[in-house]
């Protein structure tokens, strides 16, 4: 079965700096890989998705996401953080049972 | 844009009531979804739903789980005799297709607390 990890449980970060979020999976083949953001008393919004094709994916709110393969990663950055960017971010893998199997999650902290 | 909305928000009850989560999917989208979210925990995958019928469960969807459309629009999860375990952010996604690279759209999640 599939699985997704993300290493870093909570990261901080100050305003305008660059951005790294962790993400790993095991999956056979290639998966359908996303990321999420869950603002506080939100619900889960798409950032980006990675498919097929180019392995450097663009994302709303100045997101990005590079897929490679031989590290089966799949890391989202941001290269200036703003302060709305405060949410917890959750890495998901849809691999041939088209259900949405996601990682712990990592809450990022924006300090001024 | 259009999106998924939940009803309640919020839902209080005592352990061992029925409840009934409430969801309203993308209008021309065929596959509904639950995931729960207990919490500090992992957004997990409950049920999926297709066509009337469910397409797919998890372990967690015991007897005590039933989903539901009921008509043209909604689109529900039942809990039949609530456990304190079953505290949770409940989700509701839709997706227009069964593809893996379809988007599933998550609507705002309705917790629920067990008492």
């Known amino acids: 079965a599939q699985s997704v990890t993300q290493p870093d449980i909570h990261i901080t970060v100050s305003e305008g700096a660059s951005l790294e979020l962790r993400c790993n999976y095991s999956y056979g083949a290639t998966p359908y890989l996303f990321w999420y953001v869950q603002s506080p008393g939100q619900g889960l919004q798409l950032l980006l998705k990675?498919?097929?094709?180019?392995?450097l994916v663009q994302g709303i709110k100045g997101f990005e996401a590079e897929f490679k393969r031989s590290q089966s990663s799949f890391n989202l950055r941001k290269p200036s953080v703003h302060w709305s960017d405060a949410a917890e971010y959750f890495c998901a893998v849809v691999a041939n049972d088209y259900k949405l199997s996601f990682g712990a999650g990592t809450t990022v902290t924006v300090r001024a | 844009e259009p999106e998924v909305t939940q009803t309640p928000s919020h839902q209080v009850t005592q352990m061992g009531q029925e409840v009934i989560l409430r969801c309203v999917p993308i209008s021309n989208h065929l596959y509904f979804y639950w995931y729960r979210q207990i919490l500090g925990q992992k957004v997990e995958f409950l049920v999926s739903?297709?066509?009337?019928?469910?397409?797919?469960k998890s372990e967690i969807f015991d007897d005590q789980f039933s989903v539901e459309r009921p008509d043209g629009s909604n689109f529900t999860l039942k809990i039949r005799s609530t456990k304190l375990e079953d505290s949770a952010m409940y989700f509701c996604?839709?997706?227009?297709?069964?593809?893996?690279?379809?988007?599933?759209?998550f609507g705002p999640g309705t917790r629920l607390t067990v008492l």
């Open positions: 996604a839709s997706s227009e297709d069964r593809l893996g690279s379809d988007t599933q759209y």
């Open positions: 990675y498919f097929s094709g180019d392995t």
């Open positions: 739903f297709y066509n009337n019928e469910i397409s797919e």
